[in-house]
Structure formats: structure tokens, C-alpha cells
């Protein structure tokens, strides 16, 4: 089993910036994908950034050049920092953790972009 506990949202303005957190605890691999996912109103669960054991990042379009997906492996952590933000990034955001097809979620942090 795995837990995902994240930190980091909040209200912001359009424009600004936010870091979020996910920590991981209990049986973790080091061959895995941690990512962040996000979920707004009436939507469904998107992707927004994953990275494959600690170095291979992947960024849904939206997000490109905005957002960077970093890990701590000593940690077990991994980061989202968002820059420039719109209100259409207002979402609940999930971390996961995905090891042989097992996937994991954290219990989301809000996010919310006014304009």
C-alpha cells in the first residue's frame, strides 16, 4: 500500500504563482511514475504532469512551459510548480503514484485561479 498526502493549494490571482506537494509513504519503488492530475467542476480527471522514475517528464499541452514537474527520491516526493496561472486551472489537483499498473491517489488539494 501506498499513501499520498499533498500540500500547496490555495486562492490565487491570475498571474501568480504555487508549488504543490505530494509526499509518498509505505511500500515505494524506485521504478515508478508519480504525477499530478487535476479534476474541475462537471470534468473529468485529467492529466497534468507526470514524470517516470524521477527523470522523464511528460506535460499535458495546457501546461506546457508554465508548469514543471520535479521529485525528491530521498523524500519520496514530487512537486508541481505553477507559474502564470489562469483561471482555467482551477481544479482539484491529485497526486498518484503508479508502480506495475498500480495506481495510487492522494485526497486532492484545491486549487482556485481568480481573474
Known amino acids: 500500500q501506498v499513501q499520498l498526502v499533498e500540500s500547496g493549494g490555495g486562492l490565487v490571482q491570475t498571474g501568480d504563482s504555487l508549488r504543490l506537494s505530494c509526499t509518498a509513504s509505505g511500500r515505494i519503488f524506485s521504478i515508478n511514475t508519480m504525477g499530478w492530475y487535476r479534476q474541475a467542476p462537471g470534468q473529468q480527471r485529467e492529466l497534468v504532469a507526470t514524470i517516470q522514475n524521477g527523470w522523464l517528464p511528460r506535460y499535458a499541452d495546457s501546461v506546457k512551459g508554465r508548469f514543471t514537474i520535479s521529485t525528491n527520491n530521498a523524500k519520496n516526493a514530487v512537486y508541481l510548480q505553477m507559474n502564470s496561472l489562469k483561471p482555467e486551472d482551477t481544479a482539484v489537483y491529485y497526486c498518484?503514484?503508479?508502480?506495475?499498473?498500480?495506481?495510487?491517489w492522494g485526497q486532492g488539494t484545491q486549487v482556485t485561479v481568480s481573474s
Open positions: 498518484n503514484y503508479e508502480h506495475l499498473g498500480n495506481d495510487y
